[in-house]
């Protein structure tokens, strides 16, 4: 057995993050990275019950292993999406306890649910009911400014008793009023010793921690508190971060021969791939690689061909060419685009 199989499952992953991570984005990210646990944008059980479903729930063998994380809070309805989950392949469903958006407030999910142990718990129990694959909760610390951590504990307790054996724990409170949801992922503080104390508290459950993770030595420096890390807009801004992971922090042998140009090549066939088979224009999967070269000479105006709308007409390989051609500066043209 290689050391990076007596790993947890959820040593690594990568946050849910609404409009981000699709499954062009996850198939970008599975480049990167072998080990890691990829997750979906929340998907509402209103859009699988009423909507389309493989819209919804499409995704590449390569993507394993991947979570479907679901909002919302009838129980009989998250019983029905986590079978279609397994059904359609999926490693794990997770529930969220953790957007404070106003709109997800509104159908009574998300954060809000903290409020509603309870009811957590017996949506836990009926989609573990139906399924094989772990059922997870992805929570936050507390909701708006009570700080207190028997909040938390209680909640999690609850839960663990209906069965859930893992839970990722955005480290900040949700402030349900006043703040948006990105407010919220910055101005509640982080507080992660409130998260190694619920690890102590609940030794037999898998605990991750999210929240401000950004480097290697904060990942690390988790890892000696609780069993998992899950990195969220640094992985999406800065993917190539995610090249290093398997090595660094499963014990797996480092790929030499992956580098950017190879990602990148590998994007454009799955961007012709997709637009054969599904009609998929390559624009709406670049932009997921754009923090591809973040911080090497040329990033910049790499990133602007790539998400230059006036290249669209072009196919993914010219593009890839012209991203890579040293511009002509030409007086009457401000952009600096060879093709």
């Known amino acids: 057995m290689t050391e990076s199989l007596t790993h947890s499952p959820w040593r690594m992953s990568v946050a849910p993050m609404m409009d981000w991570t699709d499954r062009h984005c996850r198939f970008f990210h599975r480049l990167l990275t072998r080990q890691t646990l990829l997750y979906t944008e929340m998907v509402t059980t209103g859009a699988l019950i009423h909507g389309d479903v493989a819209r919804h729930l499409r995704f590449h063998a390569e993507e394993h292993p991947v979570a479907l994380q679901l909002g919302g809070s ?20 997770n529930l969220n306890c953790g957007c404070p958006s106003e709109r997800v407030q509104r159908g009574a999910f998300g954060a809000c649910l903290m409020n509603e142990k309870a009811l957590v718990a017996d949506g836990v129990k009926a989609m573990r009911d139906v399924v094989d694959i772990p059922v997870t909760v992805k929570h936050r610390i507390g909701i708006d400014k009570n700080e207190s951590y028997d909040f938390v504990r209680d909640f999690i307790g ?67 508190h609780v069993d998992g890390v899950m990195v969220g807009r640094e992985a999406y801004h800065n993917p190539w971060w995610l090249a290093t992971w398997d090595a660094q922090f499963y014990g797996a042998e480092l790929n030499s021969d992956i580098s950017r140009e190879s990602v990148e090549e590998e994007m454009v066939r799955y961007m012709e791939r997709e637009a054969a088979e599904h009609g998929t224009h390559w624009y709406s999967i670049a932009r997921h690689m754009l923090g591809l070269r973040q911080g090497m000479p040329g990033a910049r105006r790499w990133r602007q061909v790539w998400s230059d709308h006036r290249m669209k007409q072009l196919p ?24």
């Not at 009838?74 to 469903?93: F, I, M, R, S």
């Not at 010219?318 to 043209?333: F, I, L, N, W, Y």
Request: glycine share 4%.
């Open 158 to 224: 609850t839960v663990a008793d209906a069965g859930c054996e893992v839970f990722v724990v955005h480290a900040r409170n949700a402030w349900l009023k006043g703040l948006s949801p990105k407010e919220n992922r910055e101005i509640p503080p982080l507080r992660y010793d409130v998260v190694a104390q619920l690890k102590k508290d609940f030794p037999h459950l898998t605990i991750a921690i999210n929240g401000g993770i950004a480097d290697d030595a904060t990942v690390l420096a988790q890892l000696e």
């Open 74 to 93: 009838e129980p009989a309805d998250l019983a029905q999406c986590a079978k279609l989950a397994q059904d359609w392949g999926y490693d794990e469903v």
């Open 316 to 339: 993914p390989h010219e593009v890839m060419q012209a991203a890579r051609t040293k511009p002509e500066r030409h007086a009457d043209s401000p952009v600096l685009v060879s093709i």
